[in-house]
């Protein structure tokens, strides 16, 4: 099953309601934002494909040179991607080309603004950026606060104490649950470790 952009120009406007709740010229402007009478594959829509669908052609025997018709299939990994801009993670399903020109972009955040709307040719990708622009928009509106040095290794020091007594009251509810050896307080201690150099990390590249 697939879809063009007609089907999906009747889909938004069965959301909206009817044409009469639009401006005039919108929906054309809509027309040209779809991507134009290109077909892609049903689960395309549930995931950031860029571009990668299924392929058509023929597998050609070596000895005979007899064709059998086959198909290729893009290589789809569901992955949690890190997005600044919401502060958290996004499950999606994407392509190994798509993770490419993620990377490639600097990250979900840039990659879904810097691609236009006529070449996300996915439901979820037109979703995902509609969401990030108007997040983006009302970053952009928000007034920015500087402490001074003082203050903000104070706050540090707050939220350094605040994720030490997290990780206190985790670790008494796990030994209540689970009971203590150890060997458990152990292992307890280095994943703790490995999520607190996870988390400076991230406050590092912030």
């Known amino acids: 099953m697939a879809f063009r952009s007609k089907e999906m120009v009747k889909k938004i406007m069965k959301k909206i309601g009817d044409e009469k709740n639009l401006d ?91 691609t236009p709307y006529k070449k996300m040719d996915t439901e979820m990708g037109l979703l995902w950026k509609s969401k990030i622009e108007k997040m983006y928009q009302e970053l952009g509106n928000m007034e920015v606060v500087f402490f001074p040095q003082e203050e903000e290794n104070k706050l540090a020091e707050e939220f350094k104490e605040m994720r030490i007594e997290q990780r206190v009251a985790r670790r008494d509810a796990r030994r209540k649950a689970y009971g203590w050896t150890p060997k458990a307080e152990e292992i307890e201690g280095a994943s703790e470790d490995a999520e607190a150099s996870h988390h400076e990390e991230l406050v590092a590249n912030s």
Not at 24 to 52: F, Q, T, W
Not at 96 to 112: F, N, P, Q, S, V
């Open 24 to 114: 005039p010229g919108v929906k054309e402007s809509l027309k040209k934002c779809l991507p134009d009478n290109k077909v892609v594959m049903s689960r395309a829509h549930r995931g950031i494909y860029a571009g990668r669908h299924i392929q058509f052609g023929n597998q050609v025997s070596e000895k005979g040179g007899n064709k059998t018709r086959r198909n290729w299939k893009p290589n789809v990994q569901e992955k949690r991607l890190f997005s600044y801009i919401l502060d958290r993670h996004i499950r999606v399903k994407v392509t190994t080309h798509a993770l490419r020109c993620i990377d490639k972009a600097g990250g979900i955040d840039e990659y879904l603004l810097k």
